[in-house]
């Protein structure tokens, strides 16, 4: 170990620039009396000394063991904190002075680096030390396949079962090399708005000047460990995606492996021996609190890495990536079975719809009493239009629905649409189980197309509703678009026995998982229908007289 003392400071100097910092806070003070200012002292830390130890050396090896391992303690007297700052671009901060730091250009080199130790007031003390260290270690393949040599692009591999899982990270050498807790089935996690967004990473590989370093675009969200969900700014007891920055380009040190599955001589056949070490937090698009990650296997195309969670050593998770972005099979429908292009002039067609009327709030503390009046339903000009309106002191609308003409199961419904305008008005294209009067909703189900609030213009709502997703607890994403009520738009869902999709203008904002567990694999009809107000509407605007939701075509596809 040694020990390289800080170098001499001019005293004098110091001294010069803290009593005119004095002065200048006194002369604020008296400028200032009216307010009650309070100044913590300002102690520069002094003897600053930094601690070298380089991992395994010995005599024979005077610049460490090849691992390219360094130790660093830094200590100073007045010191709150420390930070090192290395030639690479990375830096670390350390409040107790102790770091290890992996220096991975093979062969023997210099590096100067920079500890810095702040002291009260944020006054600080900084000091440079050379260390020369032998690193051994070298992966030229995994460089090459990770990077293709200059830049490779790298996608979770969705398709495959195990592109996401967990297992034991223990002494029990017949259960810790693999997802043994859990393994994701296929494209698991498109099936909620909560996790879709893991398919979206985007992971760069590239070198720079003999250099890895690592990208990761995450498209605004990551998927966090529930364990991890403070992080960003989130709060819950499962996973989730969250707005969260992952930074700017990382330097990726390489090292050999130290997990348990390389302690085991016998299982050293299923892994590379190989752990990648991603700088400045850097991690590969799940969130468990870990920026060293093992690589068990590599190819050009696909990756299988290891990683152990950051608050619970006693799990490893898993995760394979590929070269090519998987995309699910979205199973389209082409023959029309059902539609109205509203085409005939007066009336809506009474073979395909029907009315709900009257008032009494609908469940929603609606304000609008439903009428099949032409004031309220008509079709004119191409388009149906239903009209909400303030007559006297409450208001009239229409809700038309397919009930007892057309009901089916699966199927590709669109609906091209231009929504009403004005605060209260709550437009909404939606389908609702047939079994409704025996099966009590939300048991029956619901899916919600199309919602709109008038007091949040241009805000697509797509929701589900089904036990345990009732009222404003409804499995649902929003999407935001433009002129959603003076242009038209398609508003569509595709349903299978696999998956509920909505989409606006063909762009998928929301996806549920199918199941028998759901109540989404039976008949449901279709409504249509302007309410006013309630508790999704809210407050209706005291100058709104009436404002109509146009709809050129309804189409249903199996």
């Not at 904190?81 to 992996?102: M, Q």
């Not at 759901?518 to 605007?541: H, Q, R, S």
């Amino acid at each position: 170990m040694t020990i390289l003392n800080n170098p001499t400071k001019n005293i004098k100097d110091e001294k010069i620039i803290i009593n005119t910092f004095s002065i200048f806070i006194l002369l604020l003070m008296v400028n200032c009396s009216k307010d009650d200012f309070s100044f913590g002292s300002l102690q520069a830390p002094t003897n600053l000394q930094v601690a070298v130890e380089l991992i395994g050396k010995t005599t024979a090896n005077p610049n460490g063991d090849g691992s390219g391992k360094v130790k660093f303690t830094a200590t100073a007297d007045d010191a709150i904190s420390y930070k090192f700052i290395f030639p690479d671009g990375t830096s670390t901060n350390a409040p107790n002075g102790v770091f290890e730091k992996l220096f991975t250009k093979v062969g023997l080199n210099s590096y100067n680096v920079t500890v810095v130790a702040s002291g009260t007031g944020g006054v600080s003390t900084n000091t440079t030390v050379e260390v020369k260290v032998q690193s051994n270690f070298e992966d030229a393949e995994a460089v090459k396949l990770l990077t293709g040599g200059t830049s490779k692009k790298w996608y979770v591999s969705a398709s495959e079962p195990g592109h996401l899982g967990v297992g034991q990270n223990d002494g029990d050498a017949t259960k810790n090399y693999f997802a043994n807790y859990y393994q994701a089935v296929a494209f698991e996690k498109a099936g909620a708005a909560a996790t879709s967004c893991f398919y979206e990473n985007v992971l760069t590989f590239s070198l720079d000047g003999g250099v890895m370093k690592f990208k990761l675009d995450n498209g605004g969200s990551t998927f966090f460990n529930s364990n991890y969900l403070s992080v960003g700014g989130g709060a819950g007891k499962d996973d989730a995606c969250l707005v969260y920055n992952t930074g700017g380009l990382k330097t990726v040190a390489l090292s050999p492996s130290e997990s348990v599955v390389t302690r085991n001589a016998d299982r050293l056949t299923q892994t590379r021996g190989t752990a990648m070490n991603f700088s400045d937090g850097g991690f590969m698009g799940y969130y468990v609190g870990q920026s060293s990650y093992e690589i068990l296997s590599i190819t050009d195309n696909r990756m299988t890495v290891r990683f152990v969670q950051g608050n619970n050593t006693g799990l490893a998770w898993y995760m394979i990536f590929t070269t090519t972005k998987p995309t699910q099979a979205v199973t389209d429908f082409t023959t029309l079975k059902f539609s109205d292009e509203f085409n005939t002039d007066g009336a809506p067609d009474p073979a395909k719809w029907s009315y709900d009327l009257g008032a009494g709030g609908w469940g929603n503390s609606e304000a609008q009493n439903y009428t099949n009046s032409a004031d309220n339903v008509i079709v004119a000009n191409g388009n149906l239009k239903i009209t909400a309106k303030k007559v006297g002191s409450g208001y009239t609308s229409t809700r038309l629905k397919s009930e007892g003409k057309y009901k089916f199961t699966y199927g590709k419904v669109e609906v091209r649409a231009k929504l009403p305008a004005g605060g209260g008005t709550w437009p909404a294209i939606w389908m609702l189980g047939s079994d409704y009067a025996t099966n009590t909703w939300p048991g029956c189900g619901e899916i919600d197309i199309m919602e709109h609030k008038g007091n949040e213009p241009n805000v697509i709502h797509g929701t589900l509703h089904y036990p345990g997703r009732s009222g404003g607890n409804g499995n649902g994403s929003v999407k935001t678009i433009t002129n959603a009520s003076t242009e038209f738009h398609v508003y569509k869902t595709i349903w299978t026995a696999a998956s509920v999709k909505i989409f606006v203008d063909d762009v998928l904002y929301h996806t549920v998982a199918n199941d028998g567990s759901l109540p989404f694999n039976k008949d449901f009809f279709m409504i249509l229908n302007v309410a006013m107000g309630g508790t999704f509407g809210g407050a209706i605007d005291p100058a709104f007289t009436q404002s109509s939701m146009e709809i050129d075509y309804v189409r249903v596809y199996q």
